[in-house]
């Protein structure tokens, strides 16, 4: 089984600091792992993925995250946020390669201007 | 390439009406997945196929619900009767390939969203 944990329903940060969002995962096996953003109204858009390689794997809109397989954790970050990063963000697993994908329950990040 | 494209973008009905909701995937893919989005229980996969077969369908609710692709530019997910409990956001996405492989983004239509009063 494979699951992914989102312990922040909603994460507020003023423009122009850092931001994170947490994401931990739970899988049998070595994890693929997948930041995807949902603007309102939108379907997901995939940001960045961790599949193997360095632990620090940059994305699209200048975010980043960062695996950690101690911790079984993959937070995402950004150094400076934007108001227009305001969104709701999913963390996904897998395991294995070729198995399908576990999303998790979303965090919704607001950017304070 | 327009991207995943459903319709309609929005249906409401009344419960016990038959609901079908459309998907045309990006040309090419091999993987076409449907996701139901609910604020309490999130993103969920219903069903996914690889090439117009139906692969895992053991996130469909109840029989109510069911999904076909006929051919590789077109899948349907049905329900009958609808009830007001299936209110959600239906998403259709597709990829080449799934997790693990060098072409596994999934790319999302912008959903369908279901009122059933």
């Known amino acids: 089984a494979q699951s992914v944990a989102q312990p922040e329903d909603q994460v507020n940060v003023a423009e122009g600091n850092p931001l994170t969002v947490k994401c931990t995962y739970s899988v049998s096996g070595n994890p693929y792992l997948f930041w995807y953003v949902q603007y309102p109204n939108r379907g997901l858009q995939f940001l960045l993925k961790y599949i193997t390689g360095d632990n620090l794997v940059k994305g699209s809109y200048g975010f980043e995250a960062e695996f950690n397989k101690s911790q079984t954790s993959f937070h995402l970050k950004k150094p400076s946020a934007l108001v227009s990063d305001s969104a709701l963000y999913f963390c996904a697993v897998s395991h294995g390669g070729y198995q399908k994908v576990t999303f998790g329950t979303g965090t919704k990040l607001q950017v304070i201007p | 390439d327009a991207g995943v494209i459903q319709s309609p973008r929005h249906e409401v009905t009344e419960m016990g009406q038959e609901v079908t909701l459309r998907c045309k995937p990006i040309?090419?893919?091999?993987?076409l997945f449907w996701y139901r989005q609910t604020m309490m229980r999130g993103l969920e996969l219903l069903i996914y196929f690889n090439n117009n077969v139906p692969i895992d369908d053991s996130g469909m609710p109840e029989d109510r619900f069911s999904a076909k692709m006929p051919n590789a530019s077109f899948s349907t997910l049905k329900i009958q009767p609808s009830e007001p409990r299936d209110s959600a956001v239906y998403f259709c996405?597709?990829?080449?390939?799934?997790?693990?492989?060098?072409?596994?983004?999934?790319?999302f239509g912008p959903g369908t969203r279901l009122t059933v009063l």
């Open positions: 996405a597709s990829s080449f390939g799934l997790a693990g492989g060098s072409e596994d983004t999934q790319y």
């Open positions: 040309s090419g893919h091999d993987y």
